[in-house]
Nanobody, 124 residues
Framework: QVQLVESGGGLVQAGGSLRLSCAAS????????MGWFRQAPGKEREFVAA????????DYADSVKGRFTISRDNAKNTVYLQMNSLKPEDTAVYYC?????????????????WGQGTQVTVSS
């Protein structure tokens, strides 16, 4: 049974950077498309970024393009989200998730396993 554990969240000033990590247990991590989502208080969970199984294909929400970078290290069973030029509106709980299928996708319903989330707070 694969489990996902996020880390790296915290409090940062606007314009700062954070790197989130998501460590997966199990030996089949490289078989899965992985994604990052976020959920702010009172809002629905929204797509942030996704990466293909070998890392060769990525997709980003328009709101984070040019600021966030998703990557993975299959040898370490870990997916990362490098977040630069953070804004107060990036404040949310960030979740990593494993997707069914072989293509990157933006619909959270296509992801079948989720981590517990890590809080990111950006102060103005």
């Amino acid at each position: 049974q694969v489990q996902l554990v996020e880390s790296g969240g915290g409090l940062v000033q606007a314009g700062g950077s954070l790197r989130l990590s998501c460590a997966a247990s199990g030996r089949t991590f490289s078989n899965y498309v992985m994604g990052w989502f976020r959920q702010a208080p009172g809002k629905e969970r929204e797509f942030v970024a996704a990466i293909s199984r070998n890392g060769g294909s990525t997709d980003y929400a328009d709101s984070v393009k040019g600021r966030f970078t998703i990557s993975r290290d299959n040898a370490k069973n870990t997916v990362y989200l490098q977040m630069n030029s953070l804004k107060p509106e990036d404040t949310a709980v960030y979740y990593c998730a494993k997707r069914l299928g072989v293509r990157v996708g933006v619909n959270p319903r296509e992801y079948d396993l989720w981590g517990q989330g890590t809080q990111v707070t950006v102060s103005s």
